[in-house]
């Protein structure tokens, strides 16, 4: 009769417990993938791969903190995965953007990407990150590059850094010149008016095609630190700081 109790017990909570880890592994996909075009997506931490490694230099501005995996399967669209992260701003002035890499000994695990997150990263708090890994690499995650609201920079000394310091001066350079002349056309209606297409209108080499020495990133970065300079000195001092701040790049 003991024996009957248990069994009883065990037939009714562990159908309970796989329908309560269904609905929770549901409730997570639609939390965190709700973009997703599939009805019905479950989600679960993965712990099975082992967390990626993190290389935060001492000096960065930025901190990455908390890496875990998580796999999805969509009903109708297959299986997948996410490495979530946080980034965290350590340091004491408002964060505009910022570039970030991972590598790994497999060229599967190698990528970087840009973000500038809305509104900025205010000091001391964090934002979540992530990058699509439907496969396993041994990676590790670093910070290549990062801007402030003011325009101020920090970049990398990593040797495979996506921002270089030539790349960075070279795009800003470029930017600067190309602004500046239309400053002079057409005034600094115009110019504020050009920041959003800008990288249409200043062209340089990005991604495999860039220089090493740029940086993958470099130019690009460069272009967006003009955007950057030219927004808060147009807030500070109108056009005549927006001119001084384009001549100190142009070195005109």
Same mark, same amino acid.
């Given at each position: 009769m003991k024996y009957r109790r248990w069994?009883?017990?065990?037939?009714?909570?562990?159908?309970?417990?796989?329908?309560? !880890?269904?609905?929770? /592994? !549901?409730h997570l996909g639609r939390q965190r993938w709700s973009r997703r075009t599939s009805p019905l997506i479950f989600a679960w931490r993965n712990f099975r791969w082992r967390r990626p490694k993190i290389e935060n230099q001492l000096? /960065?501005?930025l901190l990455i903190t908390?890496?875990?995996y998580y796999s999805f399967m969509s009903i109708g669209s297959g299986i997948g995965g996410e490495l979530r992260f946080d980034i965290v701003n350590r340091s004491e002035k408002l964060? #505009?953007?910022?570039a970030c890499r991972h590598y790994s000994p497999d060229t599967g695990g190698n990528g970087a990407y840009g973000s500038h997150p809305e509104g900025g990263? $205010? $000091?001391?708090?964090?934002?979540?990150? /992530?990058?699509?890994?439907?496969?396993y690499h041994d990676r590790t995650l670093t910070i290549d590059f990062t801007q402030f609201a003011d325009g101020a920079t920090w970049l990398s000394n990593a040797p495979e850094a996506t921002v270089k310091p030539k790349g960075l001066s070279v795009g800003a350079?470029?930017? !600067?010149?190309y602004l500046l002349k239309v400053l002079e056309q057409d005034g600094l209606q115009t110019v504020i008016e050009a920041l959003p297409r800008i #990288? !249409?209108?200043?062209?340089? $080499?990005?991604?495999?095609?860039?220089?090493p020495d740029l940086g993958v990133f470099g130019f690009y970065s460069g272009v967006t630190n003009i955007v950057v300079r030219v927004q808060d000195a147009n807030k500070e001092g109108g056009r005549e700081r927006v001119e001084a701040v384009l001549r100190s790049f142009t070195g005109s």
């Open positions: 069994l009883l017990l065990a037939l009714v909570t562990f159908p309970v417990g796989i329908l309560a !880890a269904a609905a929770w /592994s !549901a000096d /960065s501005p908390n890496p875990r964060v #505009h953007s910022y990263l $205010p $000091p001391g708090q964090l934002r979540e990150d /992530s990058i699509a890994t439907h496969f350079k470029a930017a !600067a010149t #990288h !249409a209108d200043v062209i340089g $080499p990005f991604g495999r095609a860039a220089d």
